[in-house]
């Protein structure tokens, strides 16, 4: 595939990366793709309709394309994204092409990358499951000249995190985005590693999706994530986004089942857990679990 693209393209093969997804164990077509691959090069074009048409391209089960762009100083930053089921642990069956006008060096680009990736799409859970296709490629064209690794690797990290909030709103079947925050934890790692559990717990997904306040859930999916914390210190919040309520406060039950079934109306529920053990935090995402999700990868290949 390398070798048909970068001869359409008239580049060398080994500049050509290969992103795949559809039904495990099928064998592509490959002389579609070639036919393809030269079709498509003869319309290449810039603007704001070339790029609609790719990212609808790359849709498989997503109803709705997925565009991210942040402008910094001197740089801007853009991407695309598919991605809408079998996404965990690390991005799943999605796909991401990210292009800036920095002038970067390879090191500390892939460097940026990578932990752009770890904070953001790999901390989306849609259903726990996961497929044998994933890519995130961001190219660096240098027009813009050079810039501050840093302030690069922040602005990627937000351009990646606006298209993981999208692929986890638009799960199979979703009706809810659901964001969990662990904070108060010893490591990052730690926070992360409890945030996935609860946003991949079919019983807080299908509570989210019933609207139904029981909290009781979050609290136990993050004491079997694996990370030791005081039950008698946690604190734990629901949000709609705009008004936070608590559930818990340093162990003491203070819920308003009320107030927390009324957080849960709308299209995004949020879940904040504070460890109360050190001053690190993390945020994953992913959505409500329903019978359109079943419906859709019941009959995924008929």
Request: charged share 25%; glycine share 10%.
């Given at each position: 595939?390398?070798?048909?693209?970068?001869?359409?393209?008239?580049?060398?093969?080994?500049?050509?990366?290969?992103?795949?997804?559809?039904?495990?164990?099928?064998?592509?077509d490959?002389?579609?793709?070639?036919?393809?691959?030269?079709?498509?090069?003869?319309?290449?074009?810039?603007?704001?309709?070339?790029?609609?048409?790719?990212?609808?391209?790359?849709?498989?089960?997503?109803?709705?394309?997925?565009?991210?762009?942040?402008?910094?100083?001197?740089?801007?930053?853009?991407?695309?994204?598919?991605?809408?089921?079998?996404?965990?642990?690390?991005?799943?069956?999605?796909?991401?092409?990210?292009?800036?006008?920095?002038?970067?060096?390879?090191?500390?680009?892939?460097?940026?990358?990578?932990?752009?990736?770890?904070?953001?799409?790999?901390?989306?859970?849609?259903?726990?499951?996961?497929s044998?296709?994933?890519?995130?490629?961001?190219?660096?064209?240098?027009?813009?000249?050079?810039?501050?690794?840093?302030?690069?690797?922040?602005?990627?990290?937000?351009?990646?995190?606006?298209?993981?909030?999208?692929?986890?709103?638009?799960g199979?079947?979703?009706?809810?985005?659901?964001?969990?925050?662990?904070?108060?934890?010893?490591?990052?790692?730690?926070?992360?590693?409890?945030?996935?559990?609860?946003?991949?717990?079919p019983?807080v997904?299908?509570?989210v999706?019933?609207?139904?306040?029981?909290?009781?859930?979050?609290?136990?999916?993050?004491?079997?994530?694996?990370?030791?914390?005081d039950?008698?210190?946690?604190?734990?919040?629901?949000?709609?986004?705009?008004?936070?309520?608590?559930?818990?406060?340093?162990?003491?039950?203070?819920?308003?089942?009320?107030?927390?079934?009324?957080?849960?109306?709308g299209?995004?529920?949020?879940?904040?857990?504070?460890?109360?053990?050190?001053?690190?935090?993390?945020?994953?995402w992913?959505?409500?679990?329903?019978?359109?999700?079943?419906?859709?990868?019941?009959?995924?290949?008929?």
């Amino acid at each position: 595939m390398t070798e048909y693209a970068g001869s359409a393209l008239g580049l060398d093969a080994k500049s050509v990366g290969v992103a795949s997804t559809g039904v495990i164990g099928r064998y592509l077509d490959l002389p579609l793709i070639r036919r393809q691959c030269a079709d498509v090069a003869l319309k290449l074009t810039t603007s704001p309709a070339a790029e609609d048409a790719t990212v609808r391209a790359i849709m498989t089960t997503d109803t709705k394309p997925k565009h991210a762009l942040v402008r910094r100083e001197g740089f801007t930053i853009g991407a695309i994204a598919k991605g809408s089921g079998m996404i965990a642990p690390n991005m799943g069956t999605m796909l991401s092409f990210i292009y800036t006008d920095a002038e970067i060096g390879a090191a500390p680009l892939k460097d940026a990358l990578k932990l752009a990736a770890s904070r953001t799409y790999n901390r989306v859970v849609v259903d726990g499951d996961t497929s044998t296709n994933d890519i995130a490629l961001c190219t660096a064209t240098g027009e813009a000249g050079k810039v501050n690794a840093k302030e690069f690797g922040t602005a990627l990290e937000e351009c990646c995190r606006i298209l993981a909030r999208q692929i986890a709103a638009d799960g199979e079947g979703a009706t809810k985005l659901l964001e969990v925050t662990v904070k108060g934890a010893k490591k990052e790692a730690d926070a992360a590693k409890i945030a996935k559990v609860v946003i991949e717990s079919p019983l807080v997904k299908t509570a989210v999706y019933g609207e139904d306040p029981n909290w009781g859930r979050v609290v136990a999916a993050a004491g079997r994530a694996g990370v030791k914390f005081d039950i008698n210190a946690v604190s734990l919040w629901i949000s709609d986004g705009k008004n936070q309520f608590p559930l818990v406060k340093s162990g003491e039950i203070i819920a308003d089942l009320t107030k927390a079934k009324a957080a849960m109306h709308g299209s995004t529920v949020t879940f904040v857990l504070d460890l109360a053990a050190g001053k690190e935090e993390a945020t994953a995402w992913g959505c409500d679990l329903t019978e359109k999700y079943v419906d859709i990868n019941g009959r995924y290949t008929t």
